[in-house]
């Protein structure tokens, strides 16, 4: 990558076939990235509140229920947010494949039309 600006006359490539399997690591890791904080609250839930009703106990619960909420729903967020960007780019690589697609069937209709002298192809005159 380089810090130089692009000029708008350079052409923009997308090398799709190398982003196909970035977009299914990013679906596997936001896949397992869930998983990992699904089990950390169940597991979390399955020892109930091992601290204690003594001071210390509560104490510790105060300091604790909080963040460990926080830390649950950040991870299970960005595995969501991890799969819409895979959804995203997947999207987009669909959109750039279209696009260059058309264009070559453009290009191949506009060499034969060059290669038949020019002339388009008309549809035979009606019979009187």
Known sequence: MTDQPRSSSEPLRVDTEKLKPAIDKLHDLSSRLKQAGLT?????????????????GKQFHEKYVGPHSQLIDAVLHTSTGMGGAADDVSSLVKAFEDVG????????????????????????????
Do not use: F, H
């Not at 070559?104 to 209709?109: K, L, P, R, S, V």
């Open 101 to 128: 697609s058309a264009a070559g069937q453009q290009g191949q209709q506009l060499r034969s039309a060059m290669n038949s002298g020019g002339e388009q192809a008309r549809p035979p005159a009606p019979n009187p």
């Open 40 to 56: 950390l609250d169940l597991d979390s839930q399955a020892y109930g509140e091992p601290w204690g009703d003594d001071e210390t």
